[in-house]
């Protein structure tokens, strides 16, 4: 194997695919990264076996080969090298020359042949879809996936396919997110899987907002790839929870409020919030939004903040955390909130919002102790 490469597009190559190797594993190889030289050009890939990222860049390659070498090392020698060209020269099955300038290192890897396949799933006959849409339904729901290991199903991001439109959930069984983006080309088969979040953030990561992205399942594994990358995950398995049955339907107290004046709110009475529940209590009366917070040992605060509000008076409480990370994704100044009683879902939506896709979000009340 012989070639020679830019140290920015090599260094920009090592990044991409740096972030799908584990920083700890009992299979030496895996924290390798597996380069391959070929007439196409370079490609560079990685995995920790749930997921795995492979990359093409231009390079000049002089004779074809491959092999893995220690990913942390090769990152940090390309990062600290000069601006220029570097050629890289492979001796024997596990040795490499890397030479720019007047530096010379000499690596050590593992044969090509240790390095686990990649999952084997079919394109042709998948799905296509924008890589904008698809960002932007990550960027809104994939925050409300549950970080608990108790249900490993609310792990993963709630992903439905249809003929019409996109659909992803996520919910940790105290706050859910659900955007719809409605569909340009449609799919050819209707499908319902549940990704891993860590997978959508590579997602997020590696394709551009303007790229045409291909989308394909196997068995139990999903991949993504555009002309230069491909990004596979295992699926998480399993039903998901019937989450249509907790959307409230009959919340009929809204009220509309400005984000920014309400996050700000939340933040300073969370400051004295319990550290265990976060619990704030939420009055609301006629154009008037009380927060107030009481925490035994610790202290209290209240704080009023305008709103848009003519419904019966209520009393609620909320986990000022999952509310301030709801408002965080809102996509405009002002928001709706919705409600029915005090111990019923509240929902929270984009108000004036100029967009196609469509957005809401819920949150589970908590009781106040009085």
Request: hydrophobic share 40%.
């Amino acid at each position: 194997m012989k070639f020679t490469i830019t140290r920015e597009q090599l260094h920009q190559g090592l990044t991409n695919v740096a972030a799908s190797i584990p920083a700890k594993t009992t299979l030496p190889v895996l924290s390798n990264i597996l380069v391959e030289a070929s007439k196409e050009g370079l490609r560079l890939s990685g995995t920790d076996l749930d997921i795995a990222v492979s990359t093409l860049i231009q390079a000049s390659v002089d004779q074809e080969g491959a092999i893995t070498l220690p990913a942390k090392k090769l990152q940090e020698i390309v990062r600290e090298l000069p601006s220029g060209s570097i050629r890289v020269t492979s001796s024997g099955e596990q040795r490499v020359s890397i030479e720019s300038g007047r530096a010379k290192f000499k690596l050590l890897g593992l044969p090509r042949e240790e390095y686990p396949a990649f999952p084997a799933v079919k394109f042709d006959g998948g799905w296509r879809c924008s890589s904008g849409d698809l960002q932007k339904l990550i960027a809104h729901v994939a925050f409300a996936a549950s970080t608990e290991e108790s249900r490993p199903i609310l792990n993963g991001v709630h992903w439905e396919l249809r003929p019409d439109r996109m659909r992803m959930v996520a919910t940790n069984g105290h706050r859910l997110a659900k955007m719809d983006i409605p569909l340009k080309t449609g799919v050819a088969e209707e499908a319902k899987l549940i990704v891993p979040p860590k997978a959508l953030d590579q997602i997020r990561r590696l394709f551009a907002a303007d790229e045409e992205i291909e989308i394909a399942k196997s068995e139990n594994h999903l991949g993504f790839r555009s002309a230069t990358t491909q990004v596979f995950t295992r699926l998480i398995e399993g039903p998901y929870p019937n989450y249509e049955q907790v959307i409230p339907r009959e919340n009929d107290k809204v009220a509309t409020a400005d984000r920014a004046s309400l996050t700000a709110a939340l933040r300073r009475m969370s400051i004295v919030a319990s550290d265990q529940t976060h619990r704030i209590r939420m009055t609301l009366s006629n154009g008037a939004c009380k927060l107030s917070v009481q925490t035994p040992d610790l202290g209290e605060a209240q704080e009023e903040v305008a709103i848009a509000y003519d419904g019966e008076g209520l009393d609620i409480g909320f986990n000022a955390t999952y509310l301030l990370e709801i408002l965080k994704f809102m996509p405009t100044d002002e928001i709706r909130l919705t409600f029915k009683g005090p111990e019923r879902a509240a929902t929270c939506e984009p108000v004036g919002w100029d967009d196609p896709a469509s957005y809401m979000t819920l949150v589970m009340p908590l009781r106040l102790v009085d």
